[in-house]
């Protein structure tokens, strides 16, 4: 017995020196100060990269007319000015309603997209769906050959009209993308076990019940990343406003940010024409466009942070426990 608690301990002490002993051996997983030093200074470049053209962006809208023409943009403003701001927001109250139109056909539409697409993702994803190959086959077709334009058009204001509606802001281009139900059928036969959904049967679950209590809340990463991506595609919409829309009281905030800066560029080239150049100078015709930008980016900065606690959980999804 002391023998074998001898020869435990020595064989306990050697690994102790092989990982820890004497510097040589570093800890598992670990790395070399140099280059976690350099993947620091690495992923801080990167991050001030993708930060600094939003603040150059807002230091030129923050900036006078005339100093930008002399001195070219600056993330510090040189003269400072709110003219672009007073612009836009002289008639708060329609932009104020835009605003409204953008969140709520934002909100209702993540939410529908993402409905849908997880009621027609998770039958594809069962191997005992009797139509599954055919419907697979029909998404991903759909996926590589559109009807075009016209046809798109004629189908959305003469066989459903949903001009001048808040409809048409929602149901065309955003409210299914074959490419997203091909990626949450992926998931769903990858991350979800058949054994998990045959236990559930075993307990008298139904199919409704095993989607709602069981496939949603396993899903959680990959249906914050889809729904991500239907909140920017709704956001930063303003073709279906163009095209549906007559109704100014019913446009979104792109579409109202396009109009006031293709009303701008029109007054510029009309004091071009008309030799009055000297007034239209006084416009912010490019601090504008970056005051529009900062405007529009609105809420939608702070969909990030409520979805990013979902995308560190997806990182995890398939990895090995012991």
């Known amino acids: ?13 050697a690994a102790s020196r092989r990982v820890t002993g004497s510097g040589r051996r570093r800890e598992i997983n670990s790395i070399k100060p ?3 030093f350099l993947l620091h200074l690495f992923f801080l470049l990167v991050s001030v990269a993708c ?12 900036t006078d007319q005339d100093t930008i023409y002399m001195h070219g943009y600056n993330v510090i403003p040189r ?22 139109i953008s969140i709520f056909v934002t909100v209702v539409g993540t939410l529908m997209a993402l409905t849908i697409t997880a009621l027609v993702a998770y039958p594809l994803s069962r191997p005992d769906f009797a139509f599954r190959g055919f419907f697979s086959f029909f998404v991903f077709f759909t996926m590589i050959f559109g009807g075009g334009l016209v046809p798109w058009y004629l189908v959305y204001t003469n066989f ?17 993308s074959a490419f997203y139900v091909i990626i949450m059928r992926t998931f769903f036969t990858t991350s979800i076990h058949p054994s998990i959904l045959e236990s559930a049967k075993i307990d008298g679950a139904g199919e409704l019940r095993i989607f709602t209590r069981i496939v949603l809340p396993l899903s959680l990463p990959v249906l914050a990343t889809i729904g991500l991506f239907y909140t920017l595609s709704y956001w930063n919409d303003w ?6 829309m007559n109704n100014d009281k019913l446009i979104n905030l792109q579409y109202m940010m396009y109009k006031a800066m293709r009303n701008l560029q029109f007054l510029n080239t009309f004091a071009a024409v008309g030799g009055i150049g000297d007034q239209t100078a006084k416009l912010p015709s490019e601090t504008a466009r970056m005051a529009m930008a900062i405007i529009g980016m609105g809420p939608i900065v702070l969909a990030y942070p409520f979805f990013q606690k979902y995308f560190v959980k997806g990182l995890t999804v398939g990895a090995v426990k012991g």
Request: proline share 4%; net charge negative; glycine share 2%.
């Open 1 to 13: 017995m002391k023998e074998l608690t001898h020869t435990a301990s020595t064989v306990a002490s």
């Open 34 to 36: 140099v280059t976690e």
């Open 51 to 62: 930060v600094f053209p939003v603040l150059v962006v807002l230091g030129v809208s923050l």
């Open 79 to 100: 003269v400072f000015s709110w003219a672009a701001y007073d612009y836009l927001l002289r008639d708060l109250g329609p932009i104020a309603k835009a605003y409204l």
């Open 160 to 176: 459903i009209d949903i001009r001048d509606t808040l409809w048409a802001l929602i149901v065309p281009n955003h409210l299914l």
């Open 239 to 244: 073709f279906n406003s163009l095209v549906f």
